[in-house]
């Protein structure tokens, strides 16, 4: 898995969990924290993900959002063991621990892997090709079923359950 697919979703929910802590408890420092520490690790995600594209690594990338990650831990894990509160301390301390952890995994496993240009054909291809045997199939199975329905419809329109004089 490539680090942007996490590290989009975890600033946006570091950033939405921000703008709640201001709303509820008109925490300032909930706020310029949780906005700003997401919005890094947005950008960071997507600058990821150009360079993904690109076929590139961003080594640079992985090790900011390592940073934000293991600063989220450290700091939102003092405050849980201050206040024993699950909430928020407690999850964004755990959340950013898991994603300090997958960070390094990365890290040490070289990045993200980038497919070779002919890998990534070959495996465009199979997929496209799956998918359009996929959908033939599903395309016939329907069909059967829509001449199903169409016969049991008629047989049952045409079908008298009273035949004429036994009705009473």
């Known amino acids: 898995m490539h680090d942007f697919c996490f590290t989009i979703p975890y600033g946006l929910v570091i950033m939405i969990g921000g703008v709640i802590g201001y709303l509820k408890k008109g925490s300032v420092t909930s706020l310029g924290g ?58 964004v301390a755990g959340i950013s621990a898991l994603m300090t952890l997958f960070y390094l995994y990365k890290i040490c496993t070289g990045g993200n892997h980038i497919p070779a240009k002919a890998d990534y054909y070959i495996y465009e291809a199979k997929s496209q090709t799956s998918f359009m045997a996929q959908l033939g199939s599903s395309l016939h199975q329907t069909q059967h079923f829509n001449v199903f329905l169409l016969n049991f419809f008629l047989m049952t329109r045409n079908s008298n359950p009273y035949p004429s004089g036994s009705a009473s």
């Open 34 to 91: 949780g906005v700003g520490t997401g919005l890094v690790l947005i950008f960071a995600g997507s600058l990821s993900l150009k360079a993904f594209s690109k076929g590139k690594n961003s080594f640079l990338v992985l090790a900011i959002e390592t940073v934000c990650a293991t600063v989220l831990t450290f700091v939102m894990g003092q405050r849980y063991m201050q206040t024993s509160k699950m909430m928020p301390a407690g999850i």
